[in-house]
Nanobody, 124 residues
Framework: QVQLVETGGGSVQVGDSLTLACVSS????????MGWFRQAPGAEREAVAS????????LYLESVEGRFTISRDSTKDTLYLQMNNLKAEDTAVYYC?????????????????WGQGTQVIVSS
């Protein structure tokens, strides 16, 4: 049984940084692409970033490119999202997700496994 557990959310100020982590269990983490999604109140879930199985290829939502960095450590079965220069519009519940192949993708339908989410609140 695949499990994804996110940590690292919290309340910060505009311009601050935050790092989210997602620990994976139940399968060989390094074989699959992973992603981060977010959902703000009243909005649809949107893809934030994705990383291929080996970490070579990354994809980003345009509004976070240059501010967020997705990475993975297969020795720790952990996915990360480093978020810098946070803005109020980054406020959302952030979800870790896993695919069943190795290719980075921003399509929610390509993901089969989801974490429970971690709240990020950015205030001015």
């Amino acid at each position: 049984q695949v499990q994804l557990v996110e940590t690292g959310g919290g309340s910060v100020q505009v311009g601050d940084s935050l790092t989210l982590a997602c620990v994976s269990s139940g399968r060989v983490f390094g074989n699959y692409a992973m992603g981060w999604f977010r959902q703000a109140p009243g909005a649809e879930r949107e893809a934030v970033a994705s990383i291929s199985w080996g970490g070579v290829r990354t994809l980003y939502l345009e509004s976070v490119e240059g501010r967020f960095t997705i990475s993975r450590d297969s020795t720790k079965d952990t996915l990360y999202l480093q978020m810098n220069n946070l803005k109020a519009e980054d406020t959302a519940v952030y979800y870790c997700a896993g695919t069943t192949d190795g290719y980075a993708t921003l399509k929610p339908s390509d993901y089969s496994y989801w974490g429970q989410g971690t709240q990020v609140i950015v205030s001015s």
